[in-house]
């Protein structure tokens, strides 16, 4: 089943899944290519990005007379993107009065401050270097769009590179929908079935999932107390960057 294919039936069906076999609490999948790429989420699996969003945040409720948020109560809502800030912040969503502005100003004060104490998560470097002594490449599927993603990516200057970066305008659809990690697995030269994705979201296991891919949680990242990863059907949850390498030694 080519891309296309994939996200045809995606389309048609919204709903598809893969058969996936419960052992314990990690869920494996059956019959799967050898690994050759791993494919990350940005914010919250591959760096820290919740101080500068929070910094960023606090700057905009202060300048509309608000009390700044303590970063406990930032941090679990970065990963669901701008949106999930500006309603956090000031509880107005899309289409409310108000929003597209605050949005606009959140993202501003962002972009000024995008990179000051943003950092990969302890481990990454030598994931990154791990992988590819084991000739895996690797790459990035994020929500965030091009205009923050570019800049962050060449300040983290990660090595090795990555072979693709997909950015949440680089295609028509973002996650959940499959179509963002299929571009990336094209990008990087691996198929979705030789392809893992990492993320610290339920909708970075939906698309994964969707395209026919692995996926980890990574618990290291920005998961609330509410949410209930190990219910999100992935192939399995590491507590830290490193383990990643060990699933795979496992499983891929």
């Given at each position: 089943m080519g891309v296309r294919d994939i996200v045809r039936a995606y389309l048609i069906t919204p709903?598809?899944?893969?058969?996936?076999?419960?052992?314990?609490?990690?869920?494996?999948?059956?019959?799967?290519?050898?690994?050759?790429?791993?494919?990350?989420?940005?914010?919250?699996?591959?760096?820290?990005?919740?101080?500068?969003?929070?910094?960023?945040?606090?700057?905009?409720?202060?300048?509309?007379?608000?009390?700044?948020?303590?970063?406990?109560?930032?941090?679990?809502?970065?990963?669901?993107?701008?949106?999930?800030?500006?309603?956090?912040?000031?509880?107005?969503?899309?289409?409310?009065?108000?929003?597209?502005?605050?949005?606009?100003?959140?993202?501003?004060?962002?972009?000024?401050?995008?990179?000051?104490?943003?950092?990969?998560?302890?481990?990454?470097?030598?994931?990154?270097?791990?992988?590819?002594?084991r000739g895996i490449n690797w790459g990035i599927v994020t929500n965030k769009p091009a205009f923050l993603t570019d800049p962050l990516v060449a300040r983290l200057n990660l090595a090795p590179a990555p072979a693709c970066v997909v950015s949440g305008d680089t295609v028509p659809n973002r996650k959940p929908h499959p179509e963002p990690v299929l571009l990336a697995c094209t990008r990087a030269g691996s198929r979705a079935e030789q392809c893992l994705y990492v993320g610290d979201a339920e909708r970075d296991i939906q698309a994964g999932r969707h395209a026919g891919m692995q996926t980890l949680v990574a618990l290291f990242g920005y998961i609330g107390n509410g949410e209930t990863p190990e219910h999100w059907g992935a192939d399995g949850m590491v507590r830290a960057p490193l383990e990643i390498l060990d699933w795979i030694t496992m499983h891929g």
């Open positions: 709903t598809l899944t893969l058969t996936f076999q419960g052992r314990g609490n990690v869920i494996s999948s059956e019959n799967v290519g050898m690994i050759r790429t791993v494919l990350f989420d940005l914010d919250g699996t591959l760096a820290d990005t919740a101080p500068d969003l929070a910094y960023a945040l606090n700057i905009l409720l202060g300048e509309e007379g608000k009390h700044a948020l303590p970063y406990e109560t930032i941090r679990p809502e970065v990963s669901h993107g701008a949106t999930a800030l500006i309603k956090l912040g000031f509880g107005v969503g899309p289409g409310e009065a108000g929003f597209d502005l605050l949005r606009e100003r959140f993202l501003a004060h962002y972009s000024d401050n995008l990179c000051n104490h943003t950092r990969p998560f302890d481990g990454i470097v030598p994931l990154l270097k791990g992988l590819e002594a």
